[in-house]
């Protein structure tokens, strides 16, 4: 496991060079995310495959499944041991059958190398992802975010994210990738942290 980022130093930046989100570090601070180990990379990967476009009450139930067919920690051998009828009979459809077995060999040959993640760069990781079906921009960014705590990570894939942005600035529509590249770059190198106080004004919002 890689070492915590210094998030107060991150804080102490973002109140002097963006003043539209010092108010948000004043309320939500301080951050309290913390890399993942990486003996969770696979199961955390394993959950976001089977999590696409299902409501999280489903796909939580499914990795308890998974749990109970293949043991706790879920392994890339324990899938791969589980044939495809055990698979499918806990309620995963057959695309994501195909997925979760071809994520796994990925891991055992090496095309993915999650034991050396944490000395590689976000855009490394995110080319070695990228390969593995199922595996989508808005799930390797929330894993270099979440898992990783990689400190400049914008999200572009988030709905939540981009409108929240859409707010706070003032735009007329929900901007697309290049252009919150271009509406972020001042946030820079601390553009994770941003985000993650976006993310707690918007969770406060839903509340109301």
Same mark, same amino acid.
């Given at each position: 496991?890689?070492?915590?980022?210094?998030?107060?130093?991150?804080?102490?930046?973002?109140?002097?060079?963006?003043?539209?989100?010092?108010?948000?570090?004043?309320?939500?601070?301080?951050?309290?995310?913390?890399?993942?180990?990486?003996?969770?990379?696979?199961?955390?990967?394993?959950?976001?495959?089977?999590?696409?476009?299902?409501?999280?009450?489903?796909?939580?139930?499914?990795?308890?499944?998974?749990? *109970? $067919?293949?043991?706790?920690? @879920?392994?890339?051998?324990?899938? =791969? !041991?589980?044939?495809?009828? &055990?698979?499918?009979?806990?309620?995963?459809?057959?695309?994501?059958?195909?997925?979760?077995?071809?994520?796994?060999?990925?891991?055992?040959?090496?095309?993915?190398?999650?034991?050396?993640?944490?000395?590689?760069?976000?855009?490394?990781?995110?080319?070695?992802?990228?390969?593995?079906? *199922? $595996?989508?921009?808005?799930? @390797?960014?929330?894993?270099?975010? =979440? !898992?990783?705590?990689?400190? &400049?990570?914008?999200?572009?894939?988030?709905?939540?994210?981009?409108?929240?942005?859409?707010?706070?600035?003032?735009?007329?529509?929900?901007?697309?990738?290049?252009?919150?590249?271009?509406?972020?770059?001042?946030?820079?190198?601390?553009?994770?942290?941003?985000?993650?106080?976006?993310?707690?004004?918007?969770?406060?919002?839903?509340?109301?």
């Amino acid at each position: 496991m890689c070492q915590a980022p210094d998030w107060s130093v991150g804080d102490r930046y973002l109140r002097e060079n963006v003043p539209e989100l010092a108010p948000l570090v004043d309320r939500y601070s301080p951050c309290p995310l913390k890399p993942k180990s990486k003996e969770s990379y696979f199961t955390i990967l394993l959950t976001g495959i089977i999590a696409q476009q299902l409501p999280p009450d489903v796909s939580q139930q499914l990795m308890q499944r998974l749990e *109970g $067919l293949t043991g706790n920690p @879920i392994t890339p051998q324990a899938v =791969l !041991a589980a044939s495809a009828e &055990d698979l499918l009979s806990i309620g995963l459809v057959k695309q994501k059958v195909d997925y979760l077995r071809s994520f796994a060999e990925a891991v055992i040959n090496g095309s993915v190398t999650m034991d050396k993640f944490d000395d590689m760069t976000d855009s490394q990781i995110t080319k070695q992802l990228m390969q593995i079906r *199922g $595996l989508g921009q808005w799930t @390797i960014e929330m894993f270099l975010l =979440l !898992a990783l705590c990689r400190t &400049d990570v914008v999200p572009s894939a988030d709905f939540i994210f981009k409108k929240e942005l859409q707010k706070m600035l003032n735009l007329s529509e929900i901007p697309k990738r290049g252009k919150i590249n271009t509406l972020t770059e001042t946030w820079r190198p601390w553009r994770s942290l941003a985000v993650w106080y976006i993310w707690q004004k918007a969770n406060d919002s839903e509340k109301k």
